[in-house]
Each structure stands twice: as structure tokens, then as C-alpha cells.
């Protein structure tokens, strides 16, 4: 009496194999030959399979073997199983190799123009399949989702209360900072403009306490000048590219964000020429020490590591 079927031991990936392959070829002596196995050892197995099923799954004739109805249900299994089987490997290797997956990370402005922006080119271009989240903000912002596990990596600045043993930072570089103007502005065009003439003009810069905004107040500090007071405090670029088009505001922010608005206004927006360079304390890249990467993820930091070496040359 053929076993009930729910009680069937599961098949092995070689019984697979060597089903699909006797329906390929028709005869089980290629069958054997395309597997590398001897015919008396793909006999047996063969004999295996049909007591595990309870019946006959090829019919033996003097031109081949062709699957009986039991056989047919099993080879078009076999087929479907080993195809996942290969997809499920292609998958895996994919992830192994960081080919895909989801990587999810974070900068402050200026490197993700100048650093994420070129990585994330070169990642998309070699590994298509990757899925990237990406966040701009503040260094604040961005600690605390690295601490919370929302990233794998972020560019910023660890902050006086994180604990620097428990990260793995990567030097930076130093953010220089620019300051934007429309083109019609008073000061545009002029050459070493010195920090008083630009007091008495309307600022529109990020909120106390954001490192642009400390190196602004603080070279004018230095100059011994008082600090800019008709200020609209923003982070939002677009709103500052509406703004500088239509008044004489000045914009500071770092030079990679100059240059990229500067290149995309058609020349309605210029920077100054300033005396004195203004420079933002440098940001680095950070990750956790107790965290692992995943393949993708480690594949992207690699990139973004090569881009950070070419802003240091």
C-alpha cells in the first residue's frame, strides 16, 4: 500500500535534479552522464523517489522514458523548485556581494553634494538593485538616528554629549564657507570684500548654534565687529534661492552648495569675493563600533570614503 502523500519525507535537491534531468534528456543513462553519475546510482536513486511517491513516474520504452501522470506532476515541481532554487542563490549572492539591499545614511549639506552625491553615481552604476535612503540635516539629527539605528553611516559632527569610544569616525575635512548673492547685488563683482561692509545688509542664514552660523558670527567676532542682527534664520535652500533672487539678502553656506546653485541659477546668483575665508569646523565620517555593515552598505562606504579622499587632495 503506497504511503500517504502528507507523509512523504521531503525530497532532496539531488532527487530534483535528477527527475528534471531523465525528462530532459529521456533516457537515464544521460541523465546520469549530465549529473556525473554513474547509471546505477541514478538507478537507484530513481527507485528511491518512486517508493517515497508510491508509484511509477516514467514509463520505460525501446526509444526512452516518458513521465507518467505522477511523473509529469513532479518533473513540472522539480523544474519550478530548482529555478527558485537558482534564483534564491543569485539572490543571495547578490546581497552577499553587496549588489542589493537597502543602505541608509545621512549627511550634513555640504558633503552630501560634495561627497554622497558622486558616491551614490558610482554605487547606482555597479549596483542598480540597491536601495538608498538618504537624509540631509543637522549633526544633532543625524547622531541621534546613527544611535538609534536608523543608519549605517552618516558625514557630520559628533556633538559634546555623544561618547566618542562608541563610534568609528573617519577625518573629514574642513567645510569653507561661501557667501550667495544675486547677481545685481551692491557688493557682487567686487574683489576682497572686507567682513564690515557686509554688516549693515540682510542676512538669511541656519539657526543658532549650526556650525555655519558659529563661523559667520565668529569671524566677524574676530574682525571685532558685532554680529549681523536683520537675519531670517532658514535651513531651507529653496527658500533662500526664492529670497536672494529678490532682495539683497546674503546667503552663507558651504562651498559645494555654492557651487551647485551657482551653476543651476543661469547667473542669477554669484558668491563674494571676502577678504578673509570663513571655515566650519570639519565633519567626519561616522559609524557605530558595536554595528556591522551589510555588504551594500559597506560597498557604499567604501565609495563615499574614496570621494572623501579626493575633496582632501
Given at each position: 500500500?503506497?504511503?500517504?502523500?502528507?507523509?512523504?519525507?521531503?525530497?532532496?535537491?539531488?532527487?530534483?535534479?535528477?527527475i528534471?534531468?531523465?525528462?530532459?534528456?529521456?533516457?537515464?543513462?544521460?541523465?546520469?552522464?549530465?549529473?556525473?553519475?554513474?547509471?546505477?546510482?541514478?538507478?537507484?536513486?530513481?527507485?528511491?523517489?518512486?517508493?517515497?511517491?508510491g508509484?511509477?513516474?516514467?514509463?520505460?520504452?525501446?526509444?526512452?522514458?516518458?513521465?507518467?501522470?505522477?511523473?509529469?506532476v513532479?518533473?513540472?515541481?522539480?523544474?519550478?523548485?530548482?529555478?527558485?532554487?537558482?534564483?534564491l542563490?543569485?539572490?543571495?549572492?547578490?546581497?552577499?556581494?553587496?549588489?542589493?539591499?537597502?543602505?541608509?545614511?545621512g549627511?550634513?549639506?555640504?558633503?552630501?553634494?560634495?561627497?554622497?552625491?558622486p558616491?551614490i553615481?558610482?554605487?547606482?552604476?555597479?549596483?542598480?538593485?540597491?536601495?538608498?535612503?538618504?537624509?540631509?540635516?543637522?549633526?544633532?539629527?543625524?547622531?541621534?538616528?546613527?544611535?538609534?539605528?536608523?543608519?549605517?553611516?552618516?558625514?557630520?559632527?559628533?556633538?559634546?554629549?555623544?561618547?566618542?569610544?562608541?563610534?568609528?569616525i573617519?577625518?573629514?575635512?574642513?567645510?569653507?564657507?561661501?557667501?550667495?548673492?544675486?547677481?545685481?547685488?551692491?557688493?557682487?563683482?567686487?574683489?576682497?570684500?572686507?567682513?564690515?561692509?557686509?554688516?549693515?545688509?540682510?542676512?538669511?542664514?541656519?539657526?543658532?548654534?549650526?556650525?555655519?552660523?558659529?563661523?559667520?558670527?565668529g569671524?566677524?567676532i574676530?574682525?571685532?565687529?558685532?554680529?549681523p542682527?536683520?537675519?531670517?534664520?532658514?535651513?531651507?535652500?529653496?527658500?533662500?534661492?526664492?529670497?536672494?533672487?529678490?532682495?539683497?539678502?546674503?546667503?552663507?553656506?558651504?562651498?559645494?552648495?555654492?557651487?551647485?546653485?551657482?551653476?543651476?541659477?543661469?547667473?542669477?546668483?554669484?558668491?563674494?569675493?571676502?577678504?578673509?575665508?570663513?571655515?566650519?569646523?570639519?565633519?567626519?565620517?561616522i559609524?557605530?563600533?558595536?554595528?556591522?555593515?551589510?555588504?551594500?552598505?559597506?560597498?557604499?562606504?567604501?565609495?563615499?570614503?574614496?570621494?572623501?579622499?579626493?575633496?582632501?587632495?
Amino acid at each position: 500500500m503506497a504511503p500517504p502523500l502528507s507523509s512523504l519525507p521531503l525530497l532532496k535537491l539531488s532527487h530534483l535534479r535528477l527527475i528534471a534531468a531523465i525528462a530532459q534528456h529521456g533516457q537515464i543513462q544521460l541523465a546520469a552522464q549530465a549529473l556525473k553519475l554513474t547509471q546505477p546510482a541514478a538507478s537507484r536513486t530513481l527507485a528511491e523517489i518512486e517508493k517515497m511517491v508510491g508509484g511509477p513516474l516514467f514509463e520505460r520504452h525501446p526509444r526512452g522514458m516518458t513521465a507518467t501522470p505522477m511523473g509529469a506532476v513532479l518533473v513540472r515541481r522539480a523544474h519550478t523548485m530548482l529555478m527558485e532554487m537558482r534564483d534564491l542563490a543569485h539572490e543571495l549572492q547578490q546581497e552577499r556581494d553587496g549588489a542589493t539591499g537597502l543602505v541608509q545614511t545621512g549627511a550634513v549639506t555640504g558633503p552630501a553634494v560634495g561627497c554622497l552625491v558622486p558616491a551614490i553615481r558610482k554605487l547606482k552604476s555597479i549596483s542598480p538593485n540597491v536601495e538608498l535612503r538618504v537624509d540631509v540635516g543637522p549633526s544633532i539629527q543625524l547622531m541621534r538616528g546613527l544611535e538609534e539605528g536608523d543608519y549605517d553611516f552618516i558625514i557630520g559632527r559628533l556633538l559634546p554629549e555623544n561618547d566618542a569610544d562608541a563610534f568609528h569616525i573617519v577625518p573629514g575635512k574642513i567645510e569653507r564657507v561661501r557667501c550667495l548673492v544675486r547677481s545685481g547685488h551692491p557688493l557682487a563683482g567686487r574683489s576682497h570684500v572686507p567682513l564690515q561692509d557686509l554688516r549693515h545688509h540682510p542676512w538669511m542664514i541656519q539657526e543658532r548654534g549650526t556650525p555655519i552660523r558659529q563661523a559667520v558670527e565668529g569671524a566677524f567676532i574676530g574682525k571685532g565687529l558685532t554680529v549681523p542682527s536683520n537675519v531670517v534664520a532658514t535651513s531651507s535652500l529653496v527658500l533662500m534661492m526664492a529670497l536672494l533672487n529678490d532682495s539683497d539678502m546674503i546667503a552663507p553656506m558651504s562651498v559645494e552648495v555654492a557651487r551647485m546653485i551657482e551653476a543651476t541659477s543661469g547667473g542669477t546668483l554669484t558668491a563674494l569675493d571676502l577678504d578673509i575665508p570663513i571655515e566650519v569646523s570639519p565633519y567626519h565620517i561616522i559609524t557605530r563600533r558595536d554595528r556591522r555593515l551589510s555588504p551594500a552598505a559597506s560597498r557604499f562606504y567604501a565609495l563615499v570614503l574614496e570621494e572623501m579622499a579626493r575633496l582632501r587632495e
